[in-house]
């Protein structure tokens, strides 16, 4: 799949807004936490500006994810679902199995 500059542009602006919009922050503030001016990330969500490359790992670091969370669409919620997978790292083959079968009972 090839995707252009237009696609991207359109993905970023909207992901941002929907992991900032999960956080509970407003652009303005996320703005000025990265030491940018007020309206930097409101400038993002509406496709007037793209960030650097290191201002994009400062935004992922501000949302509490990594850059593969933010690319991770599947999941609305990433940050928790990686909580999740970390807790799930911890525990033993048997305490898994017990886990993978209380979430096959819960998706039925």
Do not use: H
């Amino acid at each position: 799949m090839v995707v252009t500059y237009l696609d991207w542009e359109n993905f970023l602006a909207q992901r941002l807004a929907q992991l900032r919009t999960q956080k509970g922050v407003s652009a303005r503030d996320m703005s000025l936490s990265l030491g940018q001016s007020a309206g930097y990330i409101n400038n993002i969500e509406n496709k007037n500006n793209l960030p650097s490359m290191a201002t994009f790992f400062y935004i992922c670091q501000y949302l509490d994810i990594t850059p593969m969370e933010f690319f991770d669409t599947d999941s609305e919620v990433p940050k928790e679902l990686s909580d999740v997978i970390s807790d799930l790292k911890a525990l033993s083959p048997k305490e898994l199995k017990n886990i993978s079968l209380v979430i096959k009972d819960l998706r039925k």
